[in-house]
């Protein structure tokens, strides 16, 4: 870190000194013992501008007071919802990369968003960054005796279709509050088995992003089976990306314990357990919380991302239209033919 960088670092360190106790009450319970990296985070989002880190660290904090962010992991949402949420959108831990970074994987293409209110899944991918960041980095930083503040994201494009778009506006949603509250938490984006809708789409987007986004970004050739094992071990490899199951990476998670979407991972069960835990400690000290409780305020995009998000909708509308458009010129030849 350069000193004008630093520098930076030393006058919002001051800056945050000035706010009151709930705000810091929170930051506490954000950084855990890491406050630099975590200020770190702020200003790297906003190219080391003070002021404006400042006033992003700000904004996030009150959302997480005003919204009880803090207690996100004591209010477990019922059991069937749960499963139901698991099953329509697609996300787990699978492992760690060799240099000790957790593995996210994302099943973009498959996720259905179809089987609950909004309110749920919104709910359940808080509660997942916040237990990221409240345990699972924790404990790796232990593990590594260094500090681990960041995690690598697979994200599987498998069945990206152009009905995606009706699941625009809670993705739009789900990416602000990422963002805005959990900047610079992914080291490296790999994006696999992309089928040409992403790719007619990547195309567009990819000028729009911060060069500090981009670089992160890597699409692999199918599976990515083989780029992958260079930065994680086999046994970390999401399902979706191991040679025997490269050809249809459709999850079955009812009862897949392999499959790191499933309810019945390893990793979704220490999590869900670990929420229900909470909740028990906190109905022993205060009123009973009741499950499934819980709303967020959606923060309002930054116009970049907003800009992006209407790209995307554009450029859907414009291959769907393309596709119909061949299809009944195909359909007319065919007519014409007989």
Known sequence: MGGGNQEALKQLKSLMENVDEQLKNTFQNMHQDYPSETLIRFLKARDWNVSKAHKMLIDCLNWRVENEIDKVLTKPIPADLYRAVRDSQLIGMS???????PVIAVGVGQSTYDKASDKYYIQSHIQINEYRDRVILPKATKKNERYIGTCVKVLD??????????????LTAISTIDDLNYPEKTDTYYIVNAPYVFSACWKVVKPLLQERTRRKIQVLQGCGKEELLKVMDYASLPHFCRKEDSKSSKHNASGNTENCFSFNHVFHQQLYNHIKHQAIIMESISSPIRQGSFYVDIPEP?????????????????????????????????????
Do not use: C, W
């Open 95 to 101: 492992g760690y990369s060799k240099e000790g970074l």
């Open 157 to 170: 494009m498998t069945g990206l279709k152009f009905s995606a778009l009706n699941q625009l506006r809670l």
């Open 302 to 338: 930054d116009p970049d991302d907003a800009k992006i998000a209407k790209t995307i909708e554009t450029e859907f509308h414009k291959l769907e239209n393309q596709k119909n458009g061949f299809t009944n010129s195909r359909n007319g030849v065919t007519v014409n033919g007989h």
